[in-house]
Nanobody
Framework: QVQLVESGGGLVQAGGSLRLSCAAS????????MGWYRQAPGKQRELVATITTGGSTNYADSVKGRFTITRDNAKSTMYLQMNSLKPEDTAVYYCNARDCAADYWGQGTQVTVAS
């Protein structure tokens, strides 16, 4: 089982930037497909971006061109660079790791974008 710890959330003004990090406990980080999800108050959790073991990426339409997902397998860490943030990006952001057996989730980090 892998443990995931997110960091980097906070309060930012609209138009600003934040970088989220997700540190994984497993040394075999490279075997996991990874992703970022978010959940705003009163809404369902939604996909933000994913990155495969080979580095292929996929983004929600709402964040394309503004967010970038990357991974550093040597550091067992995934990142989400968020630029041009909007108030509608306000949510708790969760890190996800997936292998053939299960999904694993972090505890979440709050991102608040003030207008």
């Amino acid at each position: 089982q892998v443990q995931l710890v997110e960091s980097g959330g906070g309060l930012v003004q609209a138009g600003g930037s934040l970088r989220l990090s997700c540190a994984a406990s497993k040394s075999r980080f490279s075997i996991y497909a990874m992703g970022w999800y978010r959940q705003a108050p009163g809404k369902q959790r939604e996909l933000v971006a994913t990155i495969t073991t080979g580095g292929s990426t996929n983004y929600a339409d709402s964040v394309k061109g503004r967010f970038t997902i990357t991974r550093d397998n040597a550091k067992s860490t995934m990142y989400l660079q968020m630029n041009s943030l909007k108030p509608e990006d306000t949510a708790v952001y969760y890190c996800n790791a997936r292998d053939c057996a299960a999904d694993y989730w972090g505890q979440g980090t709050q991102v608040t974008v003030a207008s």
